[in-house]
C-alpha cells in the first residue's frame, strides 16, 4: 500500500480506489483521532443515536394517530350522520371532492409505515452497535497482546545472551524468533478484527440504505397523483397543525350542541375537544415564531396582527381545554382514597375506575355550564336579553366558521386575505370574552366548589 506523506492511511482496502462517497458512513474519512467510543477500533463502524430513532418513531406513531382520529371525523362528517342542517350541507361541499379528507388518510397510513420501519431500524440498529461493542472488546485484548509480545520480544532482543556464542546465543534466538512471530500473530488478530468492524460497517450502511429505501417507497406508493404531493401534504399539516386541532376542536363543540347536555356522549365529546384544545395549545406555543410575537407584543408593545391573531389563538385554546382539565381535577382525588364507603380497601385498579366515573360525571356537569355575564345581562338589562342569548348560541357557529376558513385559505392562495384574517380574528375575540371567559369563571366556581 503506498502511502502519502503527512496523510493517514483509510482503514478501509483499496479505499484509494473509491471514491469517499462509496464508503460506508463509519468509514467516510480516516480518523485523525480515535472515535472516543472505539478507540481500539480506531473508527466508529455503527454510528447512529438509537434514542432518537426512538423518539422520532414515537413521534410519527402519535402524529399518525392524530390524523387517524381526524380523518375518522372528517368522514364521519361527511356522510352526515353527526351532523346535519344548512351549515351541515355547506361545510360538505367545501370539503367534497377536495384533497383533505385523501390527504388525512395518505398521510397517516404513510406515516404509520414510516415508524414501523424506523422501529425495525432501532432493533437493528442496537443489534450492530452490540456487535461493535463486542469487537471493540475484542481488538482491546488483542491490542494488549500486542503490546505484551512486543514487550516479550524487546526483552528478547536485548538479551545478553543474544551477543554471545554457544548454546545460550542459540536458545536466546530462538527466544527472539518465537517473541517476533508472537508479536506478528498478535497483529494478524487485531487486522483480523478490525476487518470484522470494517465488515460490519458495510453491513449497517446497506440496511440503513434499505429502510431509508422502503421510507421512500412508501411515500411514492401513497401519493401518486403527483410528484411531491405526500411532502406538500405532510408539510401542510405541520404547518397547520394547531389550526386543524383548533377546528376538530370546534367542530366537535358544535356537534355538541345536537347532544343532551349531561350525558356519556356530551361528557366523552367534551373530554375530546378538551384534549383537542390542549393539543393545539402546546402546538402554538412551542411555536417559536408564536413566543416571540406574543414577547414582543407584551414588552415592546408590538400590537399588530399577528399579535392579536396569534394572542387570541393561544387564549382560546387555552380556555378550551379548561372543561376537561376541571373534570379531570374533579376526578384526580378519588385515585387517593384507599378505602371505599363501605370500608374496604381499594385496589389500585378500583380506585382508577372510581376516578375515571367521577371524571366522566364531571364532564358531563361541565357540558352545560352558564354564563355569568348572561345572568347578569338578563337581570340588569333585559331589553339586551335576547341579543346576548342569540350571541352566547352563535359563538360555536362562529368559532367552526373562522377556523374552517382560516384551513381553506392555507390550502388555497386566493383565500388568503389579511383583510379577511383580521375580521376572523376580531369574531374570535369578540365571542372570547363575554362566552369563553365568562363560561370559565363558572367551570372554576364549579371545580372549586
Known sequence: MTVTPGVEPSPYPGSAARRNGDLPQGLKSAPRIPDPGYPHLGFNPVPGSTDTVHDLGGKLAKCAKVLEETHGLVTRLM????WQGDAAVAFREQLDGGPLPLNLKNAAHSLRKAARQLDRWETELDDFQRRAKRLEEQAKDAQAAVDAAKGRAH?????????????????????????????????????AIIAKARKLA?????????????????????????????????????????????????????????????????????????????GAFAARLSDPEVRASLWDGIRHGELDADFWNNAVGVAADGLGMLPGLGAVVKGAPALTRGISEA?????????????????????????????????????????????VEVGEAAAPWAGLTTSSYGLAASLADALDDDTVKNVGTGVDG??????????SVDLVRRVFQ
Open 79 to 82: 356522510d352526515g350522520s353527526y
Open 155 to 191: 526483552k528478547a532482543k536485548n538479551s545478553p545472551d543474544l551477543h554471545k556464542k554457544g548454546a545460550g546465543h542459540d536458545a536466546a534466538q530462538k527466544t527472539l524468533t518465537h517473541a517476533n512471530t508472537a508479536v506478528e500473530e498478535a497483529r494478524a488478530d487485531v487486522d
Open 343 to 387: 370500608g374496604e380497601a381499594l385496589t389500585v385498579l378500583q380506585r382508577g375506575a372510581a376516578a375515571g366515573r367521577k371524571t366522566m360525571a364531571a364532564a358531563g356537569e361541565f357540558s352545560e355550564l352558564h354564563n355569568p355575564f348572561t345572568a347578569w345581562v338578563i337581570e340588569k338589562a333585559p331589553r339586551l336579553s335576547k341579543a
Open 202 to 278: 458495510e453491513e449497517h450502511e446497506a440496511r440503513a440504505r434499505h429502510r431509508a429505501a422502503r421510507i421512500r417507497d412508501a411515500t411514492r406508493k401513497l401519493a401518486p397523483q403527483e410528484p411531491g404531493a405526500f411532502d406538500s401534504a405532510l408539510d401542510w399539516l405541520v404547518d397547520n397543525l394547531p389550526d386543524i386541532l383548533s377546528w376538530t376542536a370546534a367542530v366537535i363543540g358544535v356537534v355538541a350542541l345536537f347532544v343532551l347536555s349531561g350525558g356519556t356522549a356530551a361528557a366523552v365529546l367534551l373530554l375530546v375537544a378538551s384534549a383537542l384544545s390542549a
Open 430 to 439: 369578540f365571542f372570547l370574552g363575554p362566552v369563553d371567559v365568562g363560561e
